[in-house]
Nanobody, 123 residues
Framework: QVQLVESGGGLVQAGGSLRLSCAAS?????MGWFRQAPGKEREFVAA??????????FYADSVKGRFTISRDNAKSTVHLQMNSLSPEDTAVYYC?????????????????WGQGTQVTVSS
């Protein structure tokens, strides 16, 4: 059983930046981030998966060009750098890990989840 621990959430003004981190207690495949705003379903944000022996990121259209996901395999950690934040980015952000190495944007594909960290963007 892999445990995921997130950190880095908080309150920021629109246009600002935040960096989320997620540390895994063991080896994982694809790692990613989802978010859930009040009254909305959980949605995919970004993930990083191995393809052709390289780690490749992929993003939801809503965050492309603003968010960057990266991975430190030596520390079993994934980061999400969020720039140009807007109030629409306000949500609880969840780290997720898949035991397999594949591109996955559906929450059902992920085996492990963190407890979530709140990101609030004020206007």
């Amino acid at each position: 059983q892999v445990q995921l621990v997130e950190s880095g959430g908080g309150l920021v003004q629109a246009g600002g930046s935040l960096r989320l981190s997620c540390a895994a207690s063991g080896r994982t495949g694809t790692m990613g981030w989802f978010r859930q705003a009040p009254g909305k379903e959980r949605e995919f944000v970004a993930a990083i998966a191995i393809s052709w022996s390289a780690w490749n990121p992929f993003y939801a259209d809503s965050v492309k060009g603003r968010f960057t996901i990266s991975r430190d395999n030596a520390k079993s950690t994934v980061h999400l750098q969020m720039n140009s934040l807007s109030p629409e980015d306000t949500a609880v952000y969840y780290c997720a890990a898949d035991s397999r190495y594949r591109i996955a944007t559906k929450s059902e594909a992920y085996d492990y989840w963190g407890q979530g960290t709140q990101v609030t963007v004020s206007s």
